[in-house]
């Protein structure tokens, strides 16, 4: 991450910037900073809103240049939408939409008068967002898309969250970045090394195992997807002991497939060409991770990681194979582009092992879920209404969309094999993302277990008025959001 934000005291009237940014909400009066940088530029801004060009619609950008009797180069006013509507996901959208609109060119010191009677969670979105906005997926054009700021100034106002801030824009940021960056970068030994480097940064204990740990553990599902790979598997174990040692702990777990060919079952090119995406979820566990590290929250948190190519060569696993996971359950192959569910098939078992007392899971796992839940809302499924309540509350609460799928008994039905205990597809293409999640359910046992499938959100086809296309970081917020109410008794109900 290139830019931290700091605080400024100077007004934003009278600072010397690039350009400074404040918020209106719609059918609202211009208040703050926003009122008086109308003051001083002689009511330009509120005739802006009597003629309608400023409306406050949520994310809307109007930019004045050079005004008259202001310091800075340009004021930007985004718009906050309804005020009534405004929450952390409206706020984080707001000010990335923003700073994406000013990184269209390298701007040394921009100023974001927000947050001024917001709550510090709101503001905290914000500032996040402000950072995530004026980066992209640009990593290897001479002539970038968009420009991080040099400075990123805040009003004192925003002082008690901007730590907090930056810190989880840290972990969105490297989340974003491993997953941008192309397969011939990041495979599971690259992945793994980044992974040391971030636990040395921020005080994570860190476990990695290679080719012949995994052999050794019989994690014959993760092995078997590696077959066909030139580079070897790893599984990594990332540990934060924030709480006592008679604390329970969290267990996030993510796929992390570097690339997926579909295997011997190989995908067309054109479903093949975002594929270096399919390590989202392992990028989310590791950025969520970072940002739990630096944060110090007081929970116990392991990650783990399954890392593997999903290639095809001599070697490769086969339709028909069995295969013995770790726990002892046999599958049959039936299509090695469902590989996902095996890499976490063995993963998922060594958190059950390691004493989880409830897992997350997030993987980019099925096409599926993208049909059901179109590409902007991750799938939700559970063995335990509970949990799955308490992540979807916390999703809420930071604006990141997630709705539940049913894991209806029926739908175990579909995944008995006539010739092992399970088989790693459905019988027919039907309910796809569920069938899926049945898989990964005969893997936990009775913990408490929450199936996060982000193959719609992690990565965008095309940029949103907010952000960069490419890898969204989505979920990082979320999961540092369930590790700040761990702790809490009180259980916390999504409003629908
Ligand atoms: N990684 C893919 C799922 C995916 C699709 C992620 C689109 C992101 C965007 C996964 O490994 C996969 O190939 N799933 C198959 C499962 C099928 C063979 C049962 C799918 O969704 O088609
Ligand atoms: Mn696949
Ligand atoms: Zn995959």
Known sequence: MSTTATVTTEPATTIDANAVVVGHFQDSDLRGAAAHLDEATGGALARLVATEDLSGKSGAITRLLAPHGVQATAIVVVGLGKEENFDRGAAFRAASAAAKSLADKPRERVAFYLGEGWTQECVEAAVCGALAGCEGQDLYRAEKDLHPFGQLLWPPATQPALASANAIAVGVGLTRRLVNEPASEIYPESFAARAAEVAQQHGLEIETWDRA?????????????????????????????????????????GKGVTFDSGGLSLKPSDGMKTMKCDMAGAATVLGALSAIAQLNLPVNVIGLMGLTENMVNGASFKLGDVLTARSGKTIEVLNTDAEGRLVLADTLDVAVELGAAKIIDLATLTGACVVALGTDVAGLMTNDQTWCHQVEAAAQACGEPAWQLPMFQEFSAQIKSKVADIKNIGDGRWGGAITAAKFLEEFVGDTPW???????????????????????????????????????????????
Do not use: M
């Open 213 to 253: 740990r995994l052999e050794q553990e019989r994690c014959g599902a993760l092995l078997a997807v590696s077959q066909g790979s030139v580079r070897e598997p790893r599984l990594v174990i990332l540990r934060h002991r924030g709480g006592g040692s008679d604390q329970p702990t969290l267990a996030l777990v």
């Open 450 to 496: 929450t199936h996060i499938d982000i193959a719609g959100p992690a990565f965008l086809e095309s940029p949103k008025s907010w952000i960069d296309a490419g890898a969204t970081g989505a979920f990082v917020r979320t999961l540092v959001e369930v590790a700040r109410r761990w702790n809490d008794d009180v259980t916390y109900l999504p409003s629908r």
